[in-house]
């Protein structure tokens, strides 16, 4: 730290400077992360409460009772049943880790049974809490395989762990049969929707097929949503809900000298802004705005495919979802190749691919911005 501090003037300069050298969502540069650019509203909610702390909620009430009403709609968008209970956490991670420390705190047991193509979070929960992760290959069409996974579940086994919608390839696990067999073996079954859980629920408003994934389900015990992708809040803004409120009792601790008697996330000091801009961002678009807003991802990203395979570009696999992730001799690069032109593109290492995901802020201006420099790129 400098001895004398600099004019306000100057250290805005040089925030300005600093934050040029990045990438941005709103000029459309950012095509491989699985966030996007916070909509307006949750820019504009997120300012109005940047103070808030929901790790001490008696202090801000208002904020605490916007986290009871997200929680509600997730809840309801994700066919929770009366009992169930959820936190707004500050991601997919704290999401992922939760939902272990809960299933081990239940069971006693340790071990977690995941597809390969399960998030690294997973492994961050392994190392904390000793976990013993049996990864289980995936079928040839890069979802769980149903009878690997079934079959890699044995008495130690604590928790199953499916995708709804895979970093990788935005895939959908077959969760329907997996929840079944959780069901009928008394096992509880974690869906990782951190990236779907804001596209499924929309599938058939945008004239796509349902796919099962939530808690109609009867084996699916908790669920995870992450507001900062698809729901458009301001980052970090995760959630977890559990089929049954009363498991969070197991993890709780006291907290004697703050305004709740007990804390049960991982995080301390819970920001109340970007909990603020999901809650604007729910009464701002409703079911409609996210199924137009899902149909539009949705549509891009087919287009985006399509146009893909015109060029004889070879796809991993099709997308399902947004995520649209291609093969190519040297990923490394052709993502150098792409940043020149102003595009940042994801690489998927294992796969020998690049990926994009094709968010709310990947307009289809954009993608042909992109499908015009691609060929010199390749």
Same mark, same amino acid.
């Given at each position: 730290?400098?001895?004398?501090?600099?004019?306000?003037?100057?250290?805005?300069?040089?925030?300005?400077?600093?934050?040029?050298e990045?990438?941005?969502?709103?000029?459309?540069?950012?095509?491989?992360?699985?966030?996007?650019?916070?909509?307006?509203?949750?820019? +504009? #909610?997120?300012?109005?409460? @940047?103070?808030?702390? %929901?790790? $001490?909620? *008696?202090?801000? !009430?208002?904020?605490?009772?916007?986290?009871?009403?997200?929680?509600?709609?997730?809840?309801?968008?994700?066919?929770?049943?009366?009992?169930?209970?959820?936190?707004?956490?500050?991601?997919?991670?704290?999401?992922?880790?939760?939902?272990?420390?809960?299933?081990?705190?239940?069971?006693?047991?340790?071990?977690?049974?995941?597809?390969?193509?399960?998030?690294?979070?997973?492994?961050?929960?392994?190392?904390?809490?000793?976990?013993?992760?049996?990864?289980?290959?995936?079928?040839?069409?890069?979802?769980?395989?149903?009878?690997a996974?079934?079959k890699?579940?044995?008495?130690?086994?604590?928790?199953?762990?499916a995708v709804?919608?895979?970093?990788?390839?935005?895939?959908?696990?077959?969760?329907?049969?997996?929840?079944?067999?959780?069901?009928?073996?008394?096992?509880?079954?974690?869906?990782? +929707? #951190?990236?779907?859980?804001? @596209?499924?629920?929309? %599938?058939? $408003?945008? *004239?796509?097929? !349902?796919?099962?994934?939530?808690f109609?389900?009867?084996?699916?015990?908790?669920?995870?949503?992450?507001?900062?992708?698809?729901?458009?809040?301001?980052?970090?803004?995760?959630?977890?809900?559990?089929r049954?409120?009363?498991?969070?009792?197991?993890?709780?601790?006291?907290?004697?000298?703050?305004?709740?008697?007990?804390?049960?996330?991982?995080?301390?000091?819970?920001?109340?802004?970007?909990?603020?801009?999901?809650?604007?961002?729910?009464?701002?678009?409703?079911?409609?705005?996210?199924?137009?807003?899902?149909?539009?991802?949705?549509?891009?990203?087919?287009?985006?495919?399509?146009?893909?395979?015109?060029?004889?570009?070879?796809?991993?696999?099709a997308?399902?979802?947004?995520?649209?992730?291609?093969?190519?001799?040297?990923?490394?690069?052709?993502?150098?190749?792409?940043?020149?032109?102003?595009?940042?593109?994801?690489?998927?290492?294992?796969?020998?691919?690049?990926?994009?995901?094709v968010?709310?802020?990947?307009?289809?201006?954009?993608?042909d911005?992109?499908l015009?420099?691609l060929?010199?790129?390749?």
């Open positions: 730290m400098q001895e004398q501090g600099w004019g306000r003037a100057r250290v805005l300069e040089a925030l300005k400077a600093t934050r040029d990045d990438y941005t969502f709103v000029d459309g540069e950012i095509l491989g992360s699985m966030c996007t650019a916070p909509h307006e509203i949750a820019v +504009a #909610a997120h300012a109005q409460f @940047l103070e808030t702390n %929901l790790g $001490d909620p *008696g202090h801000f !009430p208002g904020t605490a009772r916007l986290e009871v009403e997200v929680l509600a709609d997730l809840a309801a968008l994700f066919h929770a049943p009366q009992g169930a209970a959820g936190r707004i956490v500050s991601g997919g991670t704290e999401a992922n880790l939760l939902a272990c420390l809960l299933a081990k705190a239940a069971t006693g047991k340790s071990q977690v049974v995941l597809p390969a193509s399960a998030h690294f979070s997973f492994e961050k929960a392994a190392r904390l809490m000793e976990l013993d992760l049996v990864h289980v290959p995936v079928g040839r069409d890069g979802r769980a395989d149903v009878e996974m079934t890699a579940v044995g008495p130690k086994t604590a928790l199953m762990v709804a919608g895979t970093t990788e390839l935005g895939l959908v696990d077959p969760i329907e049969p997996l929840a079944w067999f959780c069901q009928e073996n008394k096992l509880r079954l974690h869906v990782d +929707a #951190a990236y779907g859980g804001y @596209l499924l629920p929309f %599938l058939a $408003d945008a *004239g796509r097929t !349902p796919v099962p994934f939530d109609s389900l009867p084996g699916v015990w908790s669920l995870s949503a992450d507001p900062h992708k698809g729901g458009m809040a301001t980052i970090p803004a995760g959630a977890l809900l559990v049954d409120g009363h498991a969070w009792d197991a993890i709780a601790v006291a907290s004697p000298y703050l305004s709740t008697r007990t804390q049960s996330t991982l995080l301390g000091t819970r920001p109340g802004a970007p909990v603020a801009a999901a809650w604007a961002v729910h009464r701002h678009l409703g079911r409609a705005g996210f199924a137009s807003v899902a149909e539009t991802c949705l549509d891009n990203a087919a287009y985006l495919a399509a146009k893909l395979r015109g060029l004889g570009v070879e796809m991993v696999a997308p399902e979802l947004a995520v649209v992730t291609f093969r190519h001799r040297d990923p490394s690069a052709l993502q150098q190749r792409l940043q020149g032109h102003g595009f940042r593109v994801n690489l998927v290492t294992r796969m020998g691919a690049v990926r994009i995901v968010n709310p802020h990947v307009s289809r201006a954009t993608l911005r992109f015009k420099a060929p010199a790129c390749l």
